[in-house]
């Protein structure tokens, strides 16, 4: 598996680490009900198909990216830095 | 204040084997400059004066013996000269930081190939261009100088350990090539 990283360009998997599922982003509200956070923290889909997913750069440009991905075809559809997506 | 002596990690030491040298490259000063939000045109205004600009993704410049090169989102190093005030970024000198491997001659990249997980062949990483990525396990910037030059930079930290794993891939590459080391 290569990830292409929008600064460094195409990449191995091996220089990247895992972090976990996009809902990292979509951290609830300050006193936000108990059913958020709770879905936040340990709820999340398995899904047989398109999933995005938090990727670090660490052996590159040390940058968090979100990775659009097919579990099913390993077809990357796309890979976003974080930081620009955030402004 | 008394005139204090810099030493480098590696007493300038120099090898060359097969056609290959490896050799510690005095940097002089090494400054990051991060961007801070909206501080792009600052930086730029403030570069001027060298004649350097910020540099693209992957991308160095050199004018007059002063290097500005790409190393993250938004930040450069800035090589070879004491930095000018500059508005608009996080300025950190980090001189000490780093130690600077120069691998040159024509099989520079033989060496490396056996090190670092990127093609480094010219026609992959032409003059000019800037890779941060892995040299073994530790984290470098690697910068193609010449047609047959590469520079390497560590964390001066691990300067013996990658002057090692780079003199040990010299000696594979000389055996294969048949020549006595
Ligand atoms: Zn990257």
């Known amino acids: 598996m290569r990830l292409k990283c929008p600064l460094c360009g195409d990449r191995d998997r091996r220089e990247f680490y895992y972090y976990g599922a996009e809902d990292y982003l979509h951290r609830p509200a300050e006193g936000a009900p108990l059913a958020e956070w709770d879905n936040y923290l340990h709820l999340r889909d398995n899904p047989a198909g398109v999933l995005r997913d938090l990727w670090y750069h660490e052996a590159g440009c040390s940058q968090w990216l979100l990775v659009t991905r097919n579990t099913v075809t390993h077809e990357i559809a796309s890979v976003e830095l974080v930081a620009e997506r955030a402004k | ?181």
């Open chain 2, 1 to 181: 204040m008394p005139e204090l002596i810099a030493k480098s990690a590696l007493d300038g030491r120099s090898l060359t084997l097969a056609g290959v040298t490896l050799a510690e490259a005095s940097a002089g000063p090494i400054t990051s400059i991060a961007i801070l939000q909206d501080g792009a045109k600052d930086v730029a205004k403030g570069l001027k004066p060298l004649g350097l600009a910020f540099p693209k993704p992957q991308q160095f410049t050199e004018k007059a013996g002063v290097r500005i090169v790409w190393t993250g989102r938004d930040q450069a190093f800035l090589i070879g000269v004491a930095p000018p005030e500059l508005e608009g970024a996080a300025v950190t000198d980090q001189s000490d930081g780093w130690t600077v491997l120069a691998v040159t001659g024509v099989a520079a990249v033989d060496v490396l190939a056996r090190l670092v997980p990127m093609d480094l062949r010219p026609a992959a990483f032409p003059v000019k261009q800037v890779l941060r990525t892995q040299v073994s396990h530790m984290n470098a910037i690697i910068l193609r100088t010449g047609d047959y030059a590469v520079e390497i930079m560590v964390f001066r930290s691990m300067a013996r350990t990658a002057w090692h794993e780079v003199q040990t891939a010299m000696e594979m590459v000389a055996a294969r090539s048949g020549i006595k080391i």
